[in-house]
């Protein structure tokens, strides 16, 4: 799993690389989509849903349900994630709040 995670930001680059030179909607697909996959494990969950976002869009250009379906827990997992960091951010601040009260 480390190794993963530390390979992450190399692959990053070298996908968005490719992008550019991606010739159908299906190659689309899987290259936003693996992009989205090492924000998330990377912890951008933000990034994470934009790209996922991007495959979905790009998988139903493809017509391909498996991809839809991928790339829709993709950004269902990072939604949820981003839902989580605002929750504890949310908690954080009415606890400051209490103790300034």
Known sequence: MRRKVISCPYSVCSWRE????SKSALERTW???????C????GDNAKAKDFGE???V???DAEDDVWQ???GVLVAQAEG??????CINAN????EWHMVA
């Open 58 to 60: 790009a998988a139903k």
């Open 92 to 95: 954080v601040n009415i606890r």
């Open 54 to 56: 991007k495959s979905l």
């Open 31 to 37: 290259l936003y989509h693996e992009i989205g996959r």
């Open 39 to 42: 924000h998330l494990e990377l």
């Open 18 to 21: 490719k992008l550019p030179l």
């Open 69 to 71: 379906l991928n790339a």
């Open 81 to 86: 994630k981003v839902r989580k960091e605002r």
